[in-house]
């Protein structure tokens, strides 16, 4: 019988968490599999990757979260509700493949943060508005019932802009969650521009970036005393429910 592959498509895929770990898990464990990288910039070519006959599970990261569903034959009700999949369960039949999409991310999430959460933290703005905020918007609402304002560079309805982060709202929304991409390797530099002169001790700034372990935002947070978080307990929660996903 061929060896198993999974693997992760997004793109760029350098500061990719998820082949190394799962690597190590399939030979600490003797399983007979492989974790691949495809960096892909068309999403369309997901589906000559999926055709691929040993592959049997991906995860799915930037930028495609949202861009794959389309191409999926079926997808999960969580992942429905969220408009994010970061998951592809691949069953092979006699009468063809089935792709089932999933989001993990929510779980993932909520199982690192909610140790966090103190009874002050009852609103949250959440940075960015991609695939990855929407699993965060889900799951502090739904799963931690915790008020959300996202927050974009762009206005929208029911979004609102940095340059709208007065006093008013950053001491009442204690939980900060960036969930763009500023801040990750190799652009470490950068970050979000909150006012970072407006935290204090009561806020939880939680970072999803991994690589730095500690972004410029997570520094410029704790120097006004937030506590921070940053997400790799969040990528072994998501990537474990991957797992029994795919082997369910």
Known sequence: MATKIFGLVGYPLGHSFSKKYFNEKFADENIDAEYKNFEIEDINEVTDIINHNDIFGLNVTIPHKISVIPLLSQIDPIAEAIGSVNVIKIIRTDNGIITRGY???AIG???SIKPLIQPHHRHALVLGTGGASKAVVYA??????IDVQSV???PAPGIITYADLDSKIMESHTVVVNATPLGMYPHVETHPDIPY??????HLCFDLTYNPSVTTFMRMSSEFGAKTCNG?????GQALAAWDIWNE
């Open 197 to 202: 002169r407006l935290l204090s001790p009561q």
């Open 109 to 111: 999430f909520t199982t």
């Open 103 to 105: 989001n993990t991310d």
């Open 140 to 145: 502090l609402q739904q799963l931690l019932g």
């Open 232 to 236: 790799k307990g969040m990528l072994i």
């Open 152 to 154: 974009s560079r762009n």
